[in-house]
T-cell receptor, first 111, second 113 residues
Framework: DVKVTQSSRYLVKRTGEKVFLECVQDMDHENMFWYRQDPGLGLRLIYFSYDVKMKEKGDIPEGYSVSREKKERFSLILESASTNQTSMYLC??????????FGPGTRLTVT | GENVEQHPSTLSVQEGDSAVIKCTYSDSASNYFPWYKQELGKRPQLIIDIRSNVGEKKDQRIAVTLNKTAKHFSLHITETQPEDSAVYFCAARPPPGNNRLAFGKGNQVVVIP
């Protein structure tokens, strides 16, 4: 079974704070993804990574950065959190055939 | 880029009836089409997928059909049960690769006991 874990289920941060969200997968997948999920907007891709130290912008990268120093770990960074970044954040990793498996999500609230 | 649309946005069905959700996509080169089910408060789970060289795939009560000419694919759930109530997301994978998916906005399916 594919296992994707995220560092926190719930997180509350203040405006302007630097926020780190971590994702770990145990299946040696090369591709990993960060999405945010908001009501009525579905799953929107923030960034993805196709190998260690490799990354590409998704559809909504503004205000975010990522880090992939090890194959199993993909981090999402909010450099200066803002209230419009309050959301559910989902990490996923993908098999070589394209099947994506999601982590449990982190509900981030920025006050 | 690839654009995926889902219809209808909300679907209510009586328990035991069938439910059909349709998705359209824009990039004719897309070659992989998964469906995800997300129950309230849980992560999206892959329930079935189809690749562009196949027209239909079944797994127990769920099936997916693909019409490449019309650029649409559909999820069929037969003999619906209350546990089928969830949000269903379709997605398409366009080239060039890296397994990036374009997701639809999701359908809320409500099964009425």
């Amino acid at each position: 079974d594919v296992k994707v874990t995220q560092s926190s289920r719930y997180l509350v941060k203040r405006t302007g704070e630097k926020v780190f969200l971590e994702c770990v997968q145990d299946m040696d997948h090369e591709n990993m993804f960060w999405y945010r999920q908001d009501p009525g907007l579905g799953l929107r891709l923030i960034y993805f990574s196709y190998d260690v130290k490799m990354k590409e912008k998704g559809d909504i990268p503004e205000g975010y950065s990522v880090s992939r120093e090890k194959k199993e770990r993909f981090s999402l960074i909010l450099e200066s959190a803002s209230t419009n970044q309050t959301s559910m954040y989902l990490c996923a990793s993908a098999t070589s055939e394209g099947e994506q498996y999601f982590g449990p999500g982190t509900r981030l609230t920025v006050t | 880029g690839e654009n995926v649309e889902q219809h209808p946005s909300t679907l209510s069905v009586q328990e035991g009836d069938s439910a059909v959700i349709k998705c359209t996509y824009s990039d004719s080169a897309s070659n992989y089409f998964p469906w995800y089910k997300q129950e309230l408060g849980k992560r999206p789970q892959l329930i079935i997928d189809i690749r562009s060289n196949v027209g239909e795939k079944k797994d127990q009560r769920i099936a997916v059909t693909l019409n490449k000419t019309a650029k649409h694919f559909s999820l069929h759930i037969t003999e619906t049960q209350p546990e089928d109530s969830a949000v269903y997301f379709c997605a398409a994978r366009p080239p060039p690769g890296n397994n990036r998916l374009a997701f639809g906005k999701g359908n809320q399916v409500v099964v009425i006991p």
